[in-house]
């Protein structure tokens, strides 16, 4: 059964930095494209970065140079480091493992910027 368990979401500050992992189980993880998605309420869910196996990484033109994606093999886990965070990028954040025909997500972890 395949899992994939986001955390890390929550309240915090304009310019405010959030760290997201998700831990992912029921896959063989590294052969696995990983990304990031968000819905904000009303919108469509987006793509926020995405890291395709061989090390190349995908952002939306709304986080480049303030969001980063990385994963570790080793711990099955990819994350999403969010800094100088907006208003805007208030949403639901979901993680998506995808391979061929295969498409997986998490339950979501909200994030929510506000002063």
């Known amino acids: 059964q395949v899992q994939l368990v986001e955390s890390g979401g929550g309240l915090v500050q304009p310019g405010g930095s959030l760290r997201l992992s998700c831990a992912a189980s029921?896959?063989?993880?590294?052969?696995?494209?990983m990304g990031w998605y968000r819905q904000a309420p009303g919108k469509q869910r987006e793509l926020v970065a995405a890291?395709?196996?061989?090390?190349?990484?995908n952002y939306a033109d709304s986080v480049k140079g303030r969001f980063t994606i990385s994963r570790d093999n080793a711990r099955n886990t990819v994350y999403l480091q969010m800094n100088s965070l907006k208003p805007e990028d208030t949403a639901v954040y979901y993680c998506?493992?995808?391979?061929?025909?295969?498409?997986?997500w998490g339950q979501g972890t909200q994030v929510t910027v506000s002063s």
């Open positions: 998506n493992a995808h391979r061929r025909t295969n498409d997986y």
């Open positions: 890291d395709y196996t061989g090390g190349i990484t």
């Open positions: 029921g896959i063989i993880f590294n052969i696995y494209a």
